[in-house]
């Protein structure tokens, strides 16, 4: 299956629509009246649909087992054709669009079954996505302007040059991949002075948003959120604690995390950890989301 886990849950909502058709006003009739010999075909579809939303990942190979956490059918009915919609809710990594058409499918199919003793010519028409909703793609936020981005790594050692950054390297290309091209790339010591020093030079500069990374755990030397939460004009707590409550979903050491987020000025400043695996983990978790802080700030 596909790899799910650098996403994050949200509500995603889904509705499928399915078409049966039938030969004859006689058929419509005895849905209407209960009178199919089978039994009622309104009930007997929409359980047979909720038992297939639930069971989908059993039988589509590629489908991940989620929780199901509201399941709907309605029924419309218009001259000789039936309409079923389903309609379906999860709080997960993944959509439930294909639980919704399944379920729609295999209620019109039971449908089918009951009806098709006392009317062969019984069909089954489309079966439809009608509606999805949740995730990345449902938010597509793009910010009001080209964000101009600056990263800057705050360790002792690679700015003595024992040892070459990975971690700054790796969150200037996850930012490129983002479509956040990087103009600026530094590396400063764990010192308050120096930090605060390159802090305040971008934000002269104009830069829309600058990331740190090091320095944002618990040593003696992990000064970066002293450095930075003096520049706050304006603090930005959520972000810190997206970031942090998405890594220790990974790993229970992200509790440890002390970094820090917000505007100096215009420029917002985000403070993340220093290992490479923290910054992939912090970018997935923050971003496109984050890009949003922009659009409400040229708005107002």
């Not at 050692?157 to 490129?176: F, N, Q």
């Amino acid at each position: 299956m596909v790899n799910i886990t650098h996403k994050q849950n949200t509500l995603r909502k889904a509705v499928a629509q399915a078409i049966v058709q039938v030969s004859g006003e006689a058929t419509m009739q005895a849905i209407h009246n209960r009178q199919v010999p089978k039994g009622d075909v309104f009930e007997f579809s929409r359980a047979a649909g909720l038992l297939a939303i639930k069971k989908t990942s059993d039988v589509i190979p590629d489908c991940h087992p989620l929780p199901v956490e509201y399941a709907a059918f309605t029924y419309q009915t218009s001259g000789l054709q039936i309409t079923i919609t389903a309609e379906v809710h999860t709080i997960y990594k993944t959509g439930v669009e294909v639980e919704a058409m399944h379920g729609a499918m295999i209620a019109a199919l039971t449908m089918y079954d009951m009806l098709k003793p006392i009317d062969s010519r019984v069909e089954i028409g489309s079966v439809t996505l009608q509606q999805k909703k949740g995730g990345k793609s449902d938010h597509p936020l793009q910010p009001p302007h080209n964000i101009t981005c600056a990263v800057v790594v705050c360790s002792d050692r690679a700015s003595k040059g024992e040892y070459e950054d990975v971690s700054g390297k790796l969150l200037v290309s996850l930012l490129e991949q983002r479509n956040l091209p990087v103009a600026e790339y530094a590396v400063v010591p764990d010192d308050i002075a120096a930090i605060q020093q390159i802090a305040q030079s971008l934000q002269t500069q104009g830069y829309d948003l600058v990331l740190f990374t090091g320095g944002t755990g618990v040593s003696p030397r992990d000064v970066t959120p002293e450095a930075i939460t003096p520049l706050l004009t304006q603090p930005v707590p959520g972000i810190a604690e997206a970031a942090r409550s998405y890594g220790m979903q990974r790993t229970p050491m992200a509790m440890l995390s002390r970094s820090v987020a917000g505007f100096m000025h215009n420029t917002l400043l985000v403070t993340l950890p220093g290992s490479p695996n923290a910054v992939r983990e912090s970018v997935d978790a923050l971003f496109p989301a984050l890009l949003h802080v922009f659009t409400i700030r040229h708005q107002s």
